[in-house]
């Protein structure tokens, strides 16, 4: 069972801190977060395919930086299954973000996933 404590958990939160702190300083990240921002243009391209009343660029960055993990996750790392990455994110969310935030990012990942199962 799934613990605040358990390791990939602390790892994502990781993760999420140094993508949301990119968005505002230009400062080293950890390898991962590295590999992450290598494949953001095209992470943000399959988010605003998915999201399209919500341009990038305006999404809450906290939010954002959650749909990249995931996003990234889903479409390059693909070593959980789907819904297991988009539980993880809708926690992050629920921790992190504000009260609309889970629906939103669990609507626009599941997008994502039926987006990349039809191409």
Known sequence: MKTSQDPRHKKRQRLLQELFSADFHDQATSRETGEI????????????RAAINFPVDKINKVDLAILRLASYELLFEQKEPPHVII????????????????????????KIIT????T
């Open 37 to 48: 921002l290598q494949k953001q243009d095209t992470i943000d391209e399959t988010i605003k």
């Open 87 to 110: 539980d993880e994110a809708v926690e992050l969310a629920k921790e992190f973000a504000n009260d609309t935030s889970p629906a939103f990012i669990n609507g626009v990942l599941a």
């Open 115 to 118: 987006y990349e199962k039809s």
